[in-house]
């Protein structure tokens, strides 16, 4: 078992861990149902550094990092869209991590910051095939709603929307 988790905000240091963390999540979660090559090139234009910077500097964006041992082991990042509602616009924890509580850890995080704005409710969308992320959001207590369409890399994917109640 890991040493204990810290959450904290992340900074501009952060960037390249961000992006490694995602890499090897994505290609645990999502190469059973995405292509190798639709995956790079989604990793290319969500997490190039220029944009990963300016999300971690972006004043209406709450983005964390959770670290075990000094190493940044995972990250969310969330942002209220609806005068009731955040967003939770990515979670993700690397897969030698899962299942030892970093992924709760950096919910209850942006939970805490979803209470502070004064909001009802955190969403998010979910790959329905992401039988990872279904699973850990469900366990934490979200409801599935409508599905949805996502785009990845230009081809779309079913996706599922959850919602938990604060």
């Known amino acids: 078992m890991s040493d204990a988790v810290a959450v904290r905000e992340a900074t501009v240091e952060d960037v390249d861990a961000v992006a490694a963390v995602a890499r090897d999540s994505w290609y645990a979660a999502y190469g059973g149902f995405l292509d190798p090559a639709t995956v790079e090139q989604a990793l290319g234009e969500n997490y190039d550094p220029e944009l990963v910077e300016a999300g971690i500097e972006h004043d209406d964006v709450a983005f964390f990092v959770a670290e075990v041992d ?90 599922t929307e959850y919602e938990y109640d604060l």
């Not at 942002?79 to 030698?96: K, N, S």
């Not at 979910?126 to 409801?143: M, P, Q």
């Open 70 to 159: 000094g190493e940044v082991v995972g990250f969310a990042s969330a942002e209220r869209t609806w005068a009731d509602e955040v967003e939770l616009h990515t979670i993700y924890v690397h897969p030698d991590r899962w299942g030892e509580g970093v992924g709760t850890a950096l919910f209850e995080r942006v939970a805490e910051w979803a209470r502070e704005q004064d909001v009802d409710r955190v969403a998010c969308g979910v790959f329905t095939e992401n039988a990872v992320g279904v699973g850990f959001f469900e366990a934490l207590g979200f409801e599935a709603g409508v599905e949805a369409q996502a785009e990845v890399a230009g081809e779309l994917h079913p996706e």
